[in-house]
């Protein structure tokens, strides 16, 4: 009964997904800044 549960693999997988999508949602938030700010040079 050592056998790892494919629930728990799938929360692991949307737990990671989350996390990626949280980081890309900064970077965007971060490039959108950088585009506003050097936008008017």
Known sequence: ???VHPS???FLLL???DML?????TI???LS???QRYHFL
Do not use: A, G, Y
């Open 1 to 3: 009964m050592n056998q």
């Open 28 to 30: 965007n938030q971060f």
């Open 8 to 10: 728990s693999e799938l």
């Open 21 to 25: 999508s949280h980081v890309i949602l």
């Open 15 to 17: 737990n990671m997904t």
């Open 33 to 35: 800044l950088l585009f």
